[in-house]
């Protein structure tokens, strides 16, 4: 068992470097469960899954452009200028494959460490969904 620590631990280090950003976050973090037939507006509610609330955008509302520029303001000194580089975070390439919209604006809202916490600031609803369909654009 004592000769294969060392590969645990490092395999343990090399997974967190790859996972996300090394930004803290200040706030407490929910598993989320993300309801992939969810086609409306959605809220995290933590643990419990997402559920309308019909006061946010419209998955699907963001505009990839603007999401652009809010991505190259916040995201991309972990993710890279256009977010397939990775770096510090990993690579977003293809991640539409990995998460649909609703998701990807679930985990935006509530990330995982070490992804910090950027809404609700600096970023708002409409900044979250711009940036969720940039990053399904990629």
Known sequence: M????????????????FVGCTKASTTETNTTTVNPAA??????????????????????????????????????????????????????????????TAAAIAWIKNPQPPMPKLYPSPLNEKDVADVAAYVESL
Do not use: M, Q, W
């Open 2 to 17: 004592n000769r294969y620590l060392p590969l645990l631990l490092a395999s343990a280090l090399g997974l967190s470097t």
């Open 39 to 100: 086609t409306g507006p959605v809220t995290d509610v933590g643990s419990s899954g997402l559920k309308p609330t019909g006061t946010e955008a419209p998955v699907g509302a963001g505009d990839a452009g603007a999401g652009k520029s809010v991505f190259t303001r916040n995201c991309a000194s972990c993710h890279g200028a256009v977010g397939t580089e990775g770096g510090i975070g990993p690579s977003l390439k293809n991640e539409k494959s990995r998460k649909n």
